[in-house]
Structure formats: structure tokens, C-alpha cells
Nanobody, 129 residues
Framework: QLQLVESGGGLVQTGGSLRLSCTASGRASSSFSTYAMAWFRQAPGKEREFVSAINWNGSRIDYLYFVKDRATISRDNARKIVYLQMHSLKPEDTAVYYC???????????????????WGQGTQVTVSS
């Protein structure tokens, strides 16, 4: 089993920054360095959407076009953590942000929710105008 726990969300003003973290634990976390990791988000009344993904060794990184110039995904395989640094936040970024793991290293399309077998509980990000 793999547990994913997100943290770092909160209330921030427009133009502010946040760094989200996702920490992996559980028996399957011993292979964390082989997993592709992703961030998705879900705003009230909307479907869950892809934000960013990083493959197992960081050689491939993808971003939702809407956040591409405002977000940086990274990972620390030794600590089993994936990060999403976001700046210049907008009210439209308000959502619950979820971390997800693809145990196969980075299948495509990375935007497909079905490629991710494990999900965290989410962390709320609220951007005030």
C-alpha cells in the first residue's frame, strides 16, 4: 500500500505563493523513486483536472497550460516527497489539490486520472481576490 499526504495549502492573497508537499509512506513507498507523481486539482462544482506531473527521475515534466509559467514541480526521492511550488496565484487557482502516484513511472497521457492508482486526501488552496 502507498499512502500520500498533502500539506502546505491555505489561504493566500492574489499574487501570493505557496509550496505544496506530498509525502509518501507505506510499504509501497520503498519504490517511490520509480513512480511518476502528479498534482491534480478540483474546484467546487468542477471536474478534477491535471496540474503537473513529473516522471520517476525528473526527466519529463508536464504542466497544465494555465499554470505553466507559475508553477514548479520537483521531487526528493530520498525523502519520498514531491513538491508543487506556485506563485502569482489567482482566484481561479482556488481548489483542493491532490497528489497522485503512477506506479509505472510515467504513462501517457499524464493528464489521465486513470493512470494514477494512489491518491492523497487533498489540501485546500484558497486564493482571495
Amino acid at each position: 500500500q502507498l499512502q500520500l499526504v498533502e500539506s502546505g495549502g491555505g489561504l493566500v492573497q492574489t499574487g501570493g505563493s505557496l509550496r505544496l508537499s506530498c509525502t509518501a509512506s507505506g510499504r509501497a513507498s520503498s519504490s517511490f523513486s520509480t513512480y511518476a507523481m502528479a498534482w491534480f486539482r478540483q474546484a467546487p462544482g468542477k471536474e478534477r483536472e491535471f496540474v503537473s506531473a513529473i516522471n520517476w527521475n525528473g526527466s519529463r515534466i508536464d504542466y497544465l497550460y494555465f499554470v505553466k509559467d507559475r508553477a514548479t514541480i520537483s521531487r526528493d526521492n530520498a525523502r519520498k516527497i514531491v513538491y508543487l511550488q506556485m506563485h502569482s496565484l489567482k482566484p481561479e487557482d482556488t481548489a483542493v489539490y491532490y497528489c497522485a502516484a503512477d506506479l509505472f513511472g510515467g504513462r501517457t497521457p499524464v493528464t489521465d486520472l486513470n493512470n494514477y492508482a494512489y491518491w492523497g486526501q487533498g489540501t485546500q488552496v484558497t486564493v482571495s481576490s
